[in-house]
C-alpha cells in the first residue's frame, strides 16, 4: 500500500511540475472523447428528429392503434379494462394515452318523415374531451341534465346552424318513438392532425356523405349520458392508442411495431370468443416505411462518425507519443536507478487514468452541448435535433471505450522505453525513418483493402445492402470504406513527407540564413517526430473534404428526390365531383395571383393482361408540362425532359377558329368516322365502317 501511495504521490508530483504538458494532453483527450461521443449522439437526435418528424406528418389515422367492437354499454365496461391493459403493453416502448370513444346509432330531426329523411346526427362521448378539444365558446357539458347537454366542434356548429344555448329534438332512427332533447352548451376546435379523430371527416369538418344521407355532429355529450339514450342500445365503442412519439427513440421502433403487431392476437387471448372485436392500425407499416428512410439517412451520420473515430483514435496516440517523447529520460533514470517495468506501468496507468476518466465523464455532457448549438445555429436547425440531443446509452458506452482507449493507449508506450539514459538520448537522436507498419507493408495492404471496400461502395451504390432474410441492413465493410480509405491514404502519405524533408534539408542548407538550414536538418534528422503532426492535419483536412463532399451530394440528392416527387410548386387535386367544369378549371388556376404557369394531368387505374396490375396511366398536356418546366432542372431526370419534348414535337395541335367579339351563342355540330385498320382484328373480319352523324 506503501508504494501504491508513493507511486500516486509521484505521478502527482510530476503532473503538477509538467503542468502546461498535462493540461494540453488532458484538452487533447477532451476534444478527441468528446468528438467520438458528439459523433453518437449527433446521429440519434438526427435520426430522432427526423423520426418524429416523418410520423407527425403522416395521416393521423396512421398514428394510431383503434380497438372496435360493437356492444352494449354494459358489455363495453367489462371489457374495458383488459383492452386499455393490452393498448397500454402495445406502447410500452413510447407510453402515450388510451382513450375510449363511443358513438350511437343514427338520430334525426324530431318530425320529419322517414321517408323524407336526408340529414342524419349521432351522439359520441370521448375520454378527457377537455384534454383534446379547445373550447372556443359556451362551456363544457354536465352529465346528468335535463335536457342533455352535448358540445359540437365548430364545423358541426355551421353545418347544423347551431349556436351555444340552442336546443334540438331528435328521433332515433332505429325507433321512432324515442325522442331526445339536447341543448348545445360549447362549441370546441378540433386539431385535424389528431390522431385521436382518425382524420374522420365527421370529426375533423363537422359532417360527411354518404348515399343519400349526410351526416352532421357529432353531439359530443358526457359517457353516462350516452349510455342512458333509449334508442341506441347497442354502440359503436373505440380504443384508441395514440403513442407518444415524443418520446420514441430508435432503439424503440421495433419494439413498438412488434406490439402492434401482436395486439390483435393478445385481444383474442383476454377478450371473449363472441365479443367480436377489430383490430385497425397502419402504424406497423408506417414505422417499416419511416425506419428504412431513417436508417438511410443515418447510414451517412455512421460513415462520417466513423471518420470521427478515426481522427479522434490518432489524437490519442499523438497524445501518448508527446508524452513519452517528454518523459523518455526520466523514465530511463527511474529504471537505471532500481524502479521495475511494473512501477512504471503502474505509473502510467495512474497517470493516464487522472487524464482519461475526467475527459470521458465530461465527453457526453460536451456533445450534449455541441449538439443543442448545432441545433440553434447550425444546418439541423430546422430539425429541431438540438431538442432531441440526450445523454443515450450509445454515448455513454462510447465514451467509456474512449476512455478506456486512452489510459491504454497512455500506458503501453512506457513498456518500450529504454532502460539506460545512454539509449533513451540515443532514441532522441537520429530516429528511423519508417515506422514499423511501413517496414511490414501494412500500409500498402490497407491501401489494397481501401481499393476493395470502395470499389465495392461504387458497385452497391450506398452501404446498405439486404441479408439473406431480405431485411435491409448496414453493410460494415461498406460503412468503413470511406475510412479505411481515408487512413490508407494518410499513412501512405507519411511515405512521401520524409522524401519531401529531405529535399527542404538539401535546399535550406544551401542558404544563408542560420534558422532554415538548421530546420531542415532537424526535419529530416528526425522525420517521424513531425509525421504526426503532418498525419492529424491530413487526416483533419481529408475528413473535411469528406464533409463537404458529403452535405453538397445529399443536397443535391434530396433536391432530386423532392423534384421528382412533387414535381411543381404546388399541386391542386379536384374534387371527384367538382361543380366547375374541367374546361374552366384551367383558367381559373392560371389566374390566381403568383401563379406562373399551370398544367393539368390526368391519371387512371391501368391494368394490362396479367403482367401490368394495378398500374397507374398518366395523361398530361407536353406544353403545358413544358410551361412549368417539371424536373427538367433536376439530375438524372433528362430522360424524362427528353420524352416531354418528344410528346410535344409529336403532338398535332387541335383545329382552332377565331370567333368575332360580339358573339354570344355558339352552335356544334360533332361528327366522326372510323375506317378500318390493318392488322387490327387478328379473326380476320373486317371492321364496322361508318359516319355516324
Known amino acids: 500500500m506503501a508504494i501504491r501511495t508513493g507511486l500516486a504521490g509521484a505521478v502527482v508530483q510530476r503532473s503538477i511540475a509538467d503542468w502546461p504538458v498535462v493540461l494540453a494532453a488532458w484538452l487533447l483527450l477532451v476534444c478527441a472523447t468528446t468528438l467520438l461521443a ?30 372496435l367492437l360493437t356492444a352494449e354499454p354494459a358489455a363495453a365496461d367489462r371489457v374495458d379494462p383488459p383492452v386499455r391493459a393490452e393498448l397500454a403493453r402495445a406502447m410500452a416502448a413510447t407510453g402515450g394515452d388510451v382513450l375510449r370513444v363511443s358513438r350511437t346509432g343514427s338520430f334525426a330531426t324530431a318530425g320529419i318523415p322517414a321517408d323524407q329523411v336526408t340529414d342524419l346526427t349521432v351522439f359520441e362521448s370521448v375520454d378527457r374531451l377537455e384534454d383534446r378539444s379547445t373550447l372556443v365558446a ?18 358541426a356548429a355551421r353545418a347544423m346552424h347551431v349556436a351555444v344555448g340552442d336546443r334540438v329534438s331528435l328521433e332515433s332512427r332505429l325507433d321512432a318513438n324515442v325522442k331526445v332533447d339536447v341543448v348545445i352548451t360549447g362549441i370546441r376546435a378540433v386539431d385535424p392532425a389528431d390522431a385521436l379523430w382518425l382524420g374522420e371527416d365527421l370529426e375533423t369538418t363537422g359532417t360527411t356523405a354518404g348515399g343519400s344521407f349526410t351526416t352532421r355532429g357529432p353531439l359530443m355529450v358526457r359517457d353516462a349520458d350516452l349510455a342512458s339514450l333509449r334508442g341506441s342500445t347497442r354502440l359503436q365503442v373505440s380504443w384508441r392508442g395514440l403513442p407518444d412519439i415524443n418520446r420514441l427513440r430508435i432503439d424503440g421502433v421495433e419494439p413498438l411495431r412488434n406490439g402492434a403487431n401482436d395486439l390483435a392476437a393478445r385481444l383474442r387471448g383476454v377478450l371473449p370468443a363472441n365479443a367480436g372485436s377489430r ?64 512501477h512504471l506501468i503502474v505509473m502510467a ?59 491504454v493507449a497512455l500506458s503501453v508506450p512506457t513498456v518500450f522505453v529504454s532502460a539506460s539514459p545512454a539509449g533513451a538520448w540515443a532514441a532522441q537522436g537520429r530516429q528511423a525513418r519508417t515506422t514499423l507498419a511501413q517496414r511490414l507493408g501494412l500500409d500498402l495492404a ?24 431480405g431485411a435491409l441492413g448496414l453493410d460494415p465493410l461498406l460503412v468503413a470504406a470511406p475510412a479505411i480509405g481515408l487512413v490508407a491514404g494518410a499513412v501512405l502519405a507519411l511515405r512521401v513527407v520524409p522524401r519531401i524533408a ?39 483536412a481529408a475528413l473535411g473534404t469528406l464533409a463537404a463532399a458529403h452535405a453538397a451530394t445529399w443536397t443535391r440528392s434530396q433536391t432530386d428526390q423532392a423534384a421528382f416527387q412533387a414535381a411543381a410548386d404546388v399541386r391542386a387535386n379536384a374534387a371527384d365531383y367538382s361543380t366547375l367544369p374541367t374546361w374552366a378549371a384551367g383558367p381559373r388556376y392560371r389566374a390566381i395571383p403568383g401563379v406562373e404557369a399551370a398544367a393539368p394531368i390526368r391519371t387512371v387505374p391501368f391494368n394490362v393482361g396479367r403482367n401490368v396490375r394495378d398500374a397507374e396511366l398518366v395523361g398530361l398536356d407536353p406544353a403545358s408540362i413544358r410551361a412549368v418546366e417539371v424536373g427538367s432542372t433536376a439530375a438524372g431526370l433528362a430522360d424524362h425532359a427528353a420524352a416531354v419534348d418528344a410528346l410535344a414535337a409529336a403532338t398535332t395541335p387541335p383545329p382552332t377558329l377565331p370567333l ?31 359516319t355516324p352523324g
Request: include cysteine.
Open 38 to 67: 458528439t459523433g453518437v449522439v449527433y446521429g440519434d437526435a438526427v435520426a430522432t428528429s427526423g423520426l418524429h418528424r416523418a410520423l407527425l406528418a403522416a395521416p393521423p389515422a396512421t398514428r394510431a392503434l383503434d380497438v
Open 138 to 155: 359556451g362551456a363544457w357539458p354536465t352529465a346528468g341534465q335535463s335536457p342533455i347537454e352535448a358540445t359540437v366542434s365548430e364545423g
Open 279 to 342: 383490430v385497425t392500425t397502419s402504424l406497423p407499416a408506417l414505422l417499416d416505411d419511416v425506419g428504412r428512410s431513417v436508417l438511410v439517412s443515418r447510414s451517412g451520420v455512421i460513415l462520417l462518425t466513423i471518420q470521427f473515430a478515426v481522427l479522434a483514435g490518432y489524437a490519442i496516440v499523438l497524445v501518448a507519443g508527446m508524452l513519452v517523447e517528454r518523459r523518455r529520460s526520466e523514465l530511463a533514470l527511474l529504471r537505471s536507478r532500481g524502479a521495475s517495468a511494473v
Open 349 to 407: 496507468v495512474l497517470e493516464s487514468t487522472l487524464l482519461a476518466v475526467p475527459a470521458a465523464a465530461l465527453a457526453p455532457i460536451l456533445a450534449v452541448a455541441v449538439v443543442g448549438l448545432l441545433g440553434v445555429v447550425g444546418p439541423t436547425a430546422n430539425l429541431d435535433a438540438g431538442s432531441a440531443a440526450t445523454i443515450g446509452q450509445g454515448a455513454i458506452i462510447v465514451s467509456a471505450l474512449a476512455g478506456i482507449a486512452c489510459i
Open 446 to 469: 490497407l491501401v489494397v483493402l481501401a481499393g476493395v471496400a470502395l470499389w465495392q461502395l461504387r458497385l452497391y451504390g450506398a452501404p446498405l445492402t439486404r441479408n439473406a432474410r
Open 502 to 540: 529531405e529535399l527542404g534539408e538539401q535546399l535550406l542548407i544551401r542558404s544563408r540564413g542560420l534558422v532554415g538550414s538548421l530546420g531542415g536538418r532537424q526535419l529530416a534528422r528526425r522525420p517521424l517526430r513531425y509525421t504526426r503532426a503532418a498525419l492529424l492535419l491530413m487526416l483533419a
Open 660 to 690: 368575332p367579339a360580339a358573339t354570344r351563342r355558339l352552335a356544334v355540330t360533332i361528327g366522326s368516322s372510323f375506317s378500318e385498320v390493318d392488322d387490327a382484328n387478328p379473326s380476320g373480319t373486317p371492321l364496322a365502317t361508318g
